[in-house]
């Protein structure tokens, strides 16, 4: 998921990624944003491995005092970058589409920088609302990130964390 914008990094491992992804070392970082974003949190448990809820985009069920049940992807950059990397192309060779042109069935996702302690938590609907309407523009004005895997690329553009915060506010605005 890292990467310089404009630039290809060395070749991805999958399996390894997701590993990083999974580490257990990063829980109590999780449970201290989770228990500052819901202060009803009761508790959350992370789904890890090859499962339906990964293939829903679902690394995370967090339960509030009220009964109700939120589905959270976590998203983590191992440095600090300006920018949310949007994977729109998950597989350039089979044309997979990335993690935000998927219709995932969450409601949060967590966007962290792990060096510099900090997560944003975009309310799905509102981000997939976004991007629909700026993403072509993105894609036009702001760098790609290529990925090169063993036998693909995967393909994202940086945009600039002020932009997706702001296009995000202006989607919960409905004008009709």
């Given at each position: ?60 069920l967090i339960l509030l ?42 409601n949060y996702l967590a ?66």
């Open positions: 998921m890292d990467g310089n914008p404009g630039a290809t990094r060395a070749v991805h491992n999958f399996d390894e990624d997701l590993a990083f992804s999974e580490q257990a070392s990063c829980e109590p970082f999780w449970d201290a944003i989770y228990r500052k974003a819901f202060p009803d949190l009761l508790s959350h448990m992370l789904c890890s491995g090859k499962s339906k809820a990964q293939e829903l985009g679902i690394d995370r005092s009220n009964g109700l049940t939120l589905k959270v992807e976590e998203k983590k950059r191992r440095k600090a970058y300006p920018d949310i990397a949007f994977e729109h192309t998950a597989n350039d060779r089979t044309k997979a589409p990335g993690w935000i042109e998927k219709d995932l069935a969450i966007y962290a920088f792990l060096p510099i302690k900090t997560a944003y938590l975009f309310d799905w609907q509102m981000l997939k609302r976004a991007w629909r309407e700026f993403g072509a523009v993105w894609k036009r004005d702001y760098p790609e990130i290529i990925a090169q895997n063993p036998n693909y690329k995967t393909i994202s553009v940086a945009v600039p964390i002020s932009t997706v915060q702001s296009a995000v506010r202006n989607a919960r605005i409905i004008k009709i």
